[in-house]
T-cell receptor
Framework: GNSVTQMEGPVTLSEEAFLTINCTYTATGYPSLFWYVQYPGEGLQLLLKATKADDKGSNKGFEATYRKETTSFHLEKGSVQVSDSAVYFCALSEGSGGSNYKLTFGKGTLLTVNP | GAVVSQHPSWVICKSGTSVKIECRSLDFQATTMFWYRQFPKQSLMLMATSNEGSKATYEQGVEKDKFLINHASLTLSTLTVTSAHPEDSSFYIC????????????FGPGTRLTVL
């Protein structure tokens, strides 16, 4: 079956530090890959996605590249801000072409950015 | 953006009672809604998928008689945990999709259920 493994947190960084949150997956077929972010007290929000191998998703300074050879989708940001403090979830879907159907989530990584 | 609300955000109940959780899409019509369960430090696990006006499709291992899902309108789905027990204590999250289950899901903030 499908599964997603992401680095366990919590991750604590200083403002303007470089962020990497590792995510690897196992899947049958050709899944789409996603990063969701959950700010305190809010629902999960789609941060970025990639629908096929070598695609790069990007949003709000965050990036992740769909690496089929290493089955990875690591999240990166060059300079984090305090406002980036949140829980980040890596996910994959059974549907191709960016479909969100039947999402499989990682356990989430709590990021805290200190001023 | 699309907004999904859940009510209540937090509920405590006695063992053996039933609890209903509401999920509403506030600014769009949700043809499909999803219910997830999240244990502490665990990932979200899909419990069921419901389309407006039809019966929910439950994931393997989820008791349909235990977790009753109703999606009676395009803006409301409810999850009723029947005869709740302490092992049902968890964080329940809904999401809603417009135009069918292949489209982007918008998530509610979740409901924390504690069964004493």
């Amino acid at each position: 079956g499908n599964s997603v493994t992401q680095m366990e947190g919590p991750v604590t960084l200083s403002e303007e530090a470089f962020l990497t949150i590792n995510c690897t997956y196992t899947a049958t077929g050709y899944p789409s890959l996603f990063w969701y972010v959950q700010y305190p007290g809010e629902g999960l929000q789609l941060l970025l996605k990639a629908t096929k191998a070598d695609d790069k998703g990007s949003n709000k300074g965050f990036e992740a590249t769909y690496r089929k050879e290493t089955t990875s989708f690591h999240l990166e940001k060059g300079s984090v801000q305090v406002s980036d403090s949140a829980v980040y979830f890596c996910a994959l879907s059974e549907g191709s072409g960016g479909s969100n159907y039947k999402l499989t989530f990682g356990k989430g990584t709590l990021l805290t950015v200190n001023p | 953006g699309a907004v999904v609300s859940q009510h209540p955000s937090w509920v405590i109940c006695k063992s053996g009672t039933s609890v209903k959780i509401e999920c509403r899409s506030l600014d769009f019509q949700a043809t499909t809604m999803f219910w997830y369960r999240q244990f502490p430090k665990q990932s979200l696990m899909l419990m069921a998928t419901s389309n407006e006006g039809s019966k929910a499709t439950y994931e393997q291992g989820v008791e349909k008689d235990k977790f009753l899902i109703n999606h009676a309108s395009l803006t409301l789905s409810t999850l009723t945990v029947t005869s709740a027990h302490p092992e049902d204590s968890s964080f329940y999250i809904c999401s809603a999709a417009w135009g069918g289950f292949y489209n982007e899901q918008f998530f509610g903030p979740g409901t924390r259920l504690t069964v004493l």
